[in-house]
């Protein structure tokens, strides 16, 4: 799989990185279709943040649901998905209250999680 990979303030790389893999049974694997580039990206391309090399890039994506999870009820191989850059779990509290970005599991010791930004947990971008 190719992934576009953060290397230095100002210079990214497409590289060869590892497929995903199910790891928890309420995961899918998203083949992304389409994706953008946000003013978020654009902060750690320019170094203004803590971002370290090797980071794939990508928060705002789309594509077709590849395979799933033996947990996953509501959607199946070939659903076609709109990804917001948030990741949670959907069971804390904050997540039943409707505030899934500010999930208190996701990302240990801060409020919120994303993929594909610094900080935000280890979850890798959809730039690939």
Same mark, same amino acid.
């Given at each position: 799989m190719?992934a576009? #990979?953060y290397?230095g303030?100002?210079? #990214?790389?497409?590289?060869?990185?590892?497929?995903?893999?199910?790891?928890h049974p309420?995961?899918?694997?998203?083949?992304?279709t389409t994706?953008?580039?946000?003013g978020?990206d654009?902060?750690?391309?320019?170094?203004?943040?803590?971002?370290?090399?090797?980071?794939?890039?990508?928060?705002?994506?789309?594509g077709?649901?590849?395979?799933?999870?033996s947990?996953?009820?509501?959607?199946?191989?070939?659903?076609r #998905?709109?990804m917001p850059?948030?990741v949670a779990?959907?069971r804390c509290s904050?997540c039943?209250?409707?505030?899934?970005a500010?999930?208190?599991?996701?990302?240990?010791g801060?409020?919120?999680?994303?993929?594909g930004y610094v900080a935000?947990?280890?979850?890798p971008?959809?730039q690939?």
């Amino acid at each position: 799989m190719r992934a576009v #990979v953060y290397e230095g303030p100002f210079k #990214v790389s497409v590289q060869d990185v590892p497929r995903p893999k199910i790891e928890h049974p309420d995961d899918i694997i998203v083949k992304v279709t389409t994706t953008c580039i946000c003013g978020s990206d654009l902060h750690m391309y320019e170094g203004r943040t803590a971002a370290q090399p090797g980071i794939i890039f990508g928060h705002e994506n789309m594509g077709i649901v590849d395979e799933i999870g033996s947990a996953v009820t509501l959607l199946k191989k070939g659903d076609r #998905v709109v990804m917001p850059f948030n990741v949670a779990c959907g069971r804390c509290s904050n997540c039943e209250e409707g505030k899934s970005a500010f999930c208190t599991y996701v990302n240990p010791g801060f409020a919120g999680g994303a993929y594909g930004y610094v900080a935000m947990g280890p979850y890798p971008g959809g730039q690939a």
